[in-house]
């Protein structure tokens, strides 16, 4: 005889198995109270530490060497949207696993590409800030976790860098839209765009001049294509800095030019490999060239309202203009929109991180006339 199961041991088995399924690098972002109540106790916490001093030596040097060869996935590596991270990972620059504290990022970003100090700061704690675990410290950088919350239906969890419309979004340069399905892999049919582009503009390299001309084209093409393309910060940024990265870090150190083979691109693109002794670029690199490829073809922000071809600029969006708009409407609209009311461990991660990112920009931005001032969304500690 079956004897039936009350419904008050249903509600716990449910808590328990989802909080035993919480993998300790998932965000918490956009969780309700109920959820944070029952997984936040399950977490080891970890304070973020402060940010460690920039690097000393930034001179080109070998980063594909004997300590940080290539290997091919393990079958539960994770990679995501970014080809950067992802060649870090598949070279051991970050855990080959995919799986990193913010520190780890910020080292690997310098060690591995010479990225500049401030900028790997405002990037690694901003893309950490939404798609980080802020209390156990731990980001992926992408990938999905199967979770379901204790107030059904909740749809699983995006692990990582794929949160759409935020670092990831609309009008990538290798992966599809998110309204298309998958946002996250190599797209081979975008990446002929790439290389048809490069042989049009930039006699068979991809520089600046190509970066104009093929962000302009994907913009177009998402406007005709995706009814739901958005086009707003911060994607607005990420957009623009995408199209210049792989100019500023994916260029030979010892080469001295702003020109990107092809076959180096497919393999950082499509294999997240760097080519055979691969020097990092000579010298801190930021996001040079944005400019350049913004005003080409000037774009405000904004989006699709009612379907295809229906884009309309969005006057509440940062633009270039206004960069410290993003920041404001980043952490009083963003980061309070997924963490409206946070207490405890979960609330000194958020303003620990949130001074992080701040420090990033003020370093990356300046700080002089025209600096950005702090905002606090939880109010200032005393």
Same mark, same amino acid.
């Given at each position: 005889m079956r004897l039936p199961v009350p419904s008050s041991f249903l509600i716990l088995s449910t808590i328990i198995s989802t909080v035993i399924a919480f993998p300790a690098h998932a965000s918490l972002a956009g969780l309700s109270r109920e959820a944070l109540e029952s997984i936040l106790p399950t977490l080891e916490i970890r304070a973020p530490p402060k940010p460690q001093a920039p690097m000393k030596d930034t001179s080109a040097k070998l980063v594909n060497d004997a300590a940080h060869p290539w290997k091919p996935l393990a079958p539960a590596d994770i990679r995501g949207p970014c080809p950067g991270l992802n060649t870090l990972a598949s070279h051991g620059w970050l855990p080959r696993d995919g799986i990193a504290s913010p520190s780890q990022i910020i080292e690997a970003v310098q060690e591995g590409f010479n990225m500049e100090y401030g900028l790997a700061l405002f990037v690694t704690y901003g893309s950490h800030l939404v798609d980080g675990n802020l209390v156990t410290d731990r980001l992926s950088i992408g990938g999905k976790?199967?979770?379901?919350?204790?107030?059904?239906?909740?749809?699983?969890?995006?692990?990582?860098? !794929?949160?759409?419309?935020?670092?990831?979004?609309?009008?990538?340069?290798? #992966?599809?839209?998110?309204?298309?399905?998958? !946002?996250?892999?190599? !797209?081979?049919?975008?990446?002929?765009?790439?290389?048809?582009?490069? !042989? #049009?503009?930039?006699?068979?390299?991809?520089?600046?001049?190509?970066?104009?001309?093929? #962000?302009?084209? #994907?913009?177009?093409?998402?406007?005709?294509?995706n009814p739901n393309m958005t086009f707003v910060s911060p994607r607005y940024f990420t957009a623009y800095a995408e199209s210049v990265f792989p100019i500023n870090f994916f260029v030979d150190g010892r080469l001295n030019t702003f020109e990107l083979d092809l076959d180096v691109a497919r393999g950082f693109f499509q294999d997240s490999r760097m080519p055979d002794g691969f020097f990092r670029a000579n010298g801190s690199k930021s996001t040079e060239g944005i400019d350049f490829v913004a005003a080409q073809h000037p774009i405000e922000p904004g989006r699709n309202v009612n379907g295809i071809n229906s884009y309309v600029v969005d006057p509440t969006s940062a633009d270039f203009s206004t960069f410290c708009l993003l920041y404001e409407n980043f952490v009083n609209q963003t980061v309070k929109g997924l963490y409206p009311n946070p207490t405890g461990a979960l609330r000194d991660a958020l303003d620990a991180n949130l001074d992080y990112f701040f420090q990033g920009l003020t370093i990356f931005n300046g700080d002089g006339p025209g600096a950005c001032v702090q905002v606090f969304p939880y109010g200032k500690d005393e």
């Amino acid at each position: 005889m079956r004897l039936p199961v009350p419904s008050s041991f249903l509600i716990l088995s449910t808590i328990i198995s989802t909080v035993i399924a919480f993998p300790a690098h998932a965000s918490l972002a956009g969780l309700s109270r109920e959820a944070l109540e029952s997984i936040l106790p399950t977490l080891e916490i970890r304070a973020p530490p402060k940010p460690q001093a920039p690097m000393k030596d930034t001179s080109a040097k070998l980063v594909n060497d004997a300590a940080h060869p290539w290997k091919p996935l393990a079958p539960a590596d994770i990679r995501g949207p970014c080809p950067g991270l992802n060649t870090l990972a598949s070279h051991g620059w970050l855990p080959r696993d995919g799986i990193a504290s913010p520190s780890q990022i910020i080292e690997a970003v310098q060690e591995g590409f010479n990225m500049e100090y401030g900028l790997a700061l405002f990037v690694t704690y901003g893309s950490h800030l939404v798609d980080g675990n802020l209390v156990t410290d731990r980001l992926s950088i992408g990938g999905k976790t199967s979770f379901t919350g204790p107030d059904p239906p909740a749809p699983a969890i995006v692990g990582g860098l !794929n949160t759409h419309a935020v670092f990831e979004g609309d009008t990538s340069m290798t #992966r599809a839209d998110f309204f298309f399905g998958d !946002n996250h892999d190599f !797209n081979e049919t975008l990446f002929d765009e790439f290389v048809d582009f490069s !042989n #049009r503009f930039g006699g068979g390299k991809y520089n600046f001049s190509v970066a104009a001309e093929h #962000r302009f084209q #994907r913009i177009q093409d998402s406007i005709a294509t995706n009814p739901n393309m958005t086009f707003v910060s911060p994607r607005y940024f990420t957009a623009y800095a995408e199209s210049v990265f792989p100019i500023n870090f994916f260029v030979d150190g010892r080469l001295n030019t702003f020109e990107l083979d092809l076959d180096v691109a497919r393999g950082f693109f499509q294999d997240s490999r760097m080519p055979d002794g691969f020097f990092r670029a000579n010298g801190s690199k930021s996001t040079e060239g944005i400019d350049f490829v913004a005003a080409q073809h000037p774009i405000e922000p904004g989006r699709n309202v009612n379907g295809i071809n229906s884009y309309v600029v969005d006057p509440t969006s940062a633009d270039f203009s206004t960069f410290c708009l993003l920041y404001e409407n980043f952490v009083n609209q963003t980061v309070k929109g997924l963490y409206p009311n946070p207490t405890g461990a979960l609330r000194d991660a958020l303003d620990a991180n949130l001074d992080y990112f701040f420090q990033g920009l003020t370093i990356f931005n300046g700080d002089g006339p025209g600096a950005c001032v702090q905002v606090f969304p939880y109010g200032k500690d005393e």
